[in-house]
T-cell receptor
Framework: AQKITQTQPGMFVQEKEAVTLDCTYDTSDPSYGLFWYKQPSSGEMIFLIYQGSYDQQNATEGRYSLNFQKARKSANLVISASQLGDSAMYFCAMREGNGGYNKLIFGAGTRLAVHP | NAGVMQNPRHLVRRRGQEARLRCSPMKGHSHVYWYRQLPEEGLKFMVYLQKENIIDESGMPKERFSAEFPKEGPSILRIQQVVRGDSAAYFC???????????????FGAGTRLSVL
């Protein structure tokens, strides 16, 4: 079974608009972490935002926020005020267990294109 | 303020040759992870190392692949007798020592693109 599912292979958004990238996950571990990474065309992996399973509030980092719905096992990334430089692949990832040393499990990614 | 450094960025090998990929973690980080990314796919975990120890190699192919993280120097991912199917991007990530925080974010290098001819 897929541990991380990103159902949107590609998304389009108009510059300055907000966009939501979907991510659902599957785990029986009560302690886990959820991550979003951005991969521009240059290929590097850039950390964007983190949400812990015990965090009471949704994570926010600048224009990025994470819509964490624990009961639905979803961790959608919201990008507000999209910019042309946001065009990239976006990966959702999960780490099971506490202590922080377990492997990351990645989804297949969503390619976001921001149009002027 | 150097991040995770990987070299080379691009590596071309002929079938049967050896590929050596190097990774220097961020300053202060003692945990290294290697991942592989096939075209148009997400990253797949290969191995997790601490200094001089392999902690989890559950994602490593049983043959031809090995990894090390010596006391001094970078972590090395070695692929012997490469085949065309080894062509991929190989990413290294590092994280800090255990802290009270659950976070322990993994920061990635820019990757090594391996092409096997």
């Amino acid at each position: 079974a897929q541990k991380i599912t990103q159902t949107q292979p590609g998304m389009f958004v108009q510059e300055k608009e907000a966009v939501t990238l979907d991510c659902t996950y599957d785990t029986s571990d009560p302690s886990y972490g959820l991550f979003w990474y951005k991969q521009p065309s240059s290929g590097e992996m850039i950390f964007l935002i983190y949400q812990g399973s015990y965090d009471q509030q949704n994570a926010t980092e600048g224009r990025y926020s994470l819509n964490f719905q624990k009961a639905r096992k979803s961790a959608n990334l919201v990008i507000s005020a999209s910019q042309l430089g946001d065009s990239a692949m976006y990966f959702c990832a999960m780490r099971e267990g506490n202590g922080g040393y377990n492997k990351l499990i990645f989804g297949a990614g969503t390619r976001l294109a921001v149009h002027p | 303020n150097a991040g995770v450094m990987q070299n080379p960025r691009h590596l071309v090998r002929r079938r049967g040759q050896e590929a050596r990929l190097r990774c220097s973690p961020m300053k202060g980080h003692s945990h290294v992870y290697w991942y592989r990314q096939l075209p148009e796919e997400g990253l797949k975990f290969m191995v997790y190392l601490q200094k001089e120890n392999i902690i989890d190699e559950s994602g490593m192919p049983k043959e031809r692949f090995s990894a090390e993280f010596p006391k001094e120097g970078p972590s090395i991912l070695r692929i012997q007798q490469v085949v065309r199917g080894d062509s991929a991007a190989y990413f290294c990530a590092s994280s800090a020592r255990r802290t009270e925080s659950q976070k322990n974010i993994q920061y990635f290098g820019a990757g090594t693109r391996l092409s096997v001819l």
